[in-house]
T-cell receptor, first 109, second 115 residues
Framework: GEDVEQSLFLSVREGDSSVINCTYT??????LYWYKQEPGAGLQLLTY?????DMKQDQRLTVLLNKKDKHLSLRIADTQTGDSAIYFC?????????FGRGTSLIVHP | GAGVSQTPSNKVTEKGKYVELRCDPI?????LYWYRQSLGQGPEFLIY????????DSGLPNDRFFAVRPEGSVSTLKIQRTERGDSAVYLC?????????????FGPGTRLTVL
């Protein structure tokens, strides 16, 4: 089946940039998504990128897509303690999204 | 506005019992998904409804799991003869048209514990 790989943990200081990486296998993915899961809360869409784009910027968030290497990254500028959460990369070419295991972002004051 | 709701938020049951988990999607969303999330893992797809019909149930682990959506809105996930390995958070999500081109809106989940 399709696979999505992410590193499990990332620890940063408040104010620094965070970069969360993801690799995927489904080359037919039309969209790639980043979802955020905070403790005790449901998953929320953070941002997405269409597969024919290389980069998308949305305020503090920058998504980079290297389609050749099937690599997706999420950069959070000026990381805040409120950004502490689990971040999931999702690919899906059809209608069944494939989730990674998620990256736990820990932000230290 | 109202988001996706799931009831109960927590369910503790004994091995061998039957449970039902309910999902109320956002009004007007035709697509509904069920996922299972175990500790330290990402959500694992179980079943996808488009309207009243199950468009894909390939993620259901075995025949103890069944889901319905009789009127195309509320869905119920049913688990028979529960096992300890069924313990997880069960997530429901809905979207306007299904497929990976539209955003999924997730509920808060039901935490199922099988003793």
């Amino acid at each position: 089946g399709e696979d999505v790989e992410q590193s499990l943990f990332l620890s940063v200081r408040e104010g620094d940039s965070s970069v969360i990486n993801c690799t995927y296998t489904d080359s037919s993915s039309t969209y790639l998504y980043w979802y955020k899961q905070e403790p005790g809360a449901g998953l929320q869409l953070l941002t997405y990128i269409f597969s024919n784009m290389d980069m998308k910027q949305d305020q503090r968030l920058t998504v980079l897509l290297n389609k050749k290497d099937k690599h997706l990254s999420l950069r959070i500028a000026d990381t805040q303690t409120g950004d502490s959460a689990i971040y999931f990369c999702i690919s899906g070419g059809s209608y069944i999204p494939t989730f990674g295991r998620g990256t736990s972002l820990i932000v230290h004051p | 506005g109202a988001g996706v709701s799931q009831t109960p938020s927590n369910k503790v049951t004994e091995k061998g019992k039957y449970v039902e988990l309910r999902c109320d999607p956002i009004s007007g969303h035709t697509a509904l998904y069920w996922y299972r999330q175990s500790l330290g893992q990402g959500p694992e797809f179980l079943i996808y409804f488009q309207g009243t019909g199950a468009a894909d149930d390939s993620g259901l682990p075995n025949d103890r799991f069944f889901a319905v959506r009789p009127e195309g809105s509320v869905s119920t996930l049913k688990i028979q003869r529960t096992e300890r390995g069924d313990s997880a958070v069960y997530l429901c999500a809905s979207s306007t048209k299904g497929g990976t081109s539209s955003e999924q809106f997730f509920g808060p989940g039901t935490r199922l514990t099988v003793l």
